[in-house]
């Protein structure tokens, strides 16, 4: 008889998304926006909560909702749904901030296709309590807000020496133009996917040493191994 899977802990499921699973360092999902707005740290950080928005709303409605969306048009409803949350979130936008509305251009409204969005919704919300699934949803937002804000970290100041707008060095320094275009983009999400792929190798190396000779499972063996003592007990008659 099959044991019923061993559920998640809760706390795993909000974690999992910023790191370990992240979806944009992991995964390689939703590189379109990653690699088109991060040449700014304010461009990452509205582009981010934008997305999480996005996520966290569509995913909470469709797990409340699941059992009334039949499954043959499920993803034509998931769409729907969050079409309909891209464009509150992208009226917001250009109501508060419509200098970084207007540098994101297009880029708001392609949440309605993020592939991050829409796979959340057909592997997790669609099939898991709302609890849940808000966050697994948090979780993925953070990871996604992560490598938009590292990114845009790297590339704003060495591109632009500014860190949020204000200079971070002094009038000697010369900004690496290429890296506020769209090379700068695909050079810094390399380097960054490289530092992480050699980090990972480097501890499973670390994890997986040979015994040194004369060790077995950590303990020596061999005519140097100090011989074991017999006990001194004696039995009562």
């Not at 582009?47 to 909470?60: D, I, Y």
């Not at 039949?70 to 034509?76: F, G, K």
């Not at 010369?174 to 490289?194: C, D, H, K, R, Y």
Request: proline letters at 7%; charged letters at 15%.
């Amino acid at each position: 008889m099959m044991r019923p899977a061993r559920a998640v802990p809760a706390p795993e499921e909000l974690l999992k998304g910023l790191w370990r699973q992240n979806p944009v360092l992991v995964h390689a999902l939703g590189l379109c926006p990653t690699l088109a707005v991060t040449n700014s740290v304010a461009n990452a950080i509205v582009m981010g909560l934008a997305t999480g928005f996005v996520l966290v709303a569509s995913s909470g409605l469709i797990s409340s909702a699941k059992r009334l969306i039949p499954n043959q048009i499920r993803i034509s409803t998931y769409i729907l749904i969050i079409a309909t949350f891209v464009t509150v979130v992208e009226f917001i936008v250009q109501a508060t901030v419509p200098d970084i509305a207007k540098a994101l251009g297009p880029f708001v409204a392609l949440i309605v296709v993020n592939c991050i969005i829409l796979g959340r919704q057909e592997a997790f919300a669609g099939k898991q309590p709302v609890g849940r699934s808000l966050l697994d949803a948090l979780g993925m937002s953070g990871g996604f807000m992560i490598a938009l804000l590292l990114m845009g970290s790297i590339r704003e100041v060495l591109g632009s020496g500014t860190f949020l707008g204000v200079p971070v060095f002094g009038s000697h320094f010369e900004p690496w133009v290429i890296m506020v275009l769209p090379p700068g983009g695909f050079f810094t999400l390399a380097f960054i996917l490289l530092a992480i792929t050699w980090s990972a190798q480097r501890r499973s190396r670390s994890d997986q040493k040979p015994p040194r000779a004369g060790e077995v499972n950590g303990h020596r063996v061999g005519s140097d191994a100090p011989a074991a003592v017999p006990s001194c007990h004696t039995a009562r008659v």
